[in-house]
């Protein structure tokens, strides 16, 4: 019941603490990604270090260094930062989505070519 009504609560009151401050929530939010940003980037480096050889390794290590230097780039200019992070990260947070499913999208081509193919091979055995 208790955690039922915090959980009811909690979004409620941080809304309306939101509302009535926008700058100093707008410089909170910015923070709060900041760090998320640091510790992303290391865990994705790190993961990308222990996936090494695997297909995409290097991809992860390329992610978690694009995740630090957005954290670099929020504490330089901090709190100026907060004034265009949120669109700023989410324009770049886009870009690298588009990316991804490009890429996706490419690989999916690049496995119905090998499936094919793997059919046409069955099917020329089987005769």
């Known amino acids: 019941m208790l955690l039922g009504m915090l959980a009811i609560m909690a979004p409620l009151v941080s809304g309306v603490a939101m509302f009535s401050?926008?700058?100093?929530?707008?410089?909170?939010?910015?923070?709060?990604?900041?760090?998320?940003?640091?510790?992303?980037?290391?865990?994705?480096?790190?993961?990308?270090?222990?996936?090494?050889?695997?297909?995409?390794?290097?991809w992860m290590i390329v992610s978690g260094i694009a995740s630090i230097v957005l954290a670099v780039i929020l504490w330089r200019q901090w709190p100026v930062s907060g004034a265009y992070a949120i669109g700023l990260l989410v324009g770049i947070r886009l870009i690298f989505t588009g990316w991804s499913i490009a890429i996706l999208g490419m690989l999916g081509d690049a496995t119905i070519d090998v499936v094919e193919e793997a059919v046409e091979e069955a099917a020329s055995s089987a005769s």
């Open 21 to 58: 401050t926008p700058v100093l929530s707008m410089l909170t939010l910015t923070g709060i990604l900041l760090v998320y940003f640091l510790i992303d980037g290391i865990f994705a480096i790190m993961a990308g270090i222990k996936g090494k050889g695997a297909p995409g390794w290097g």
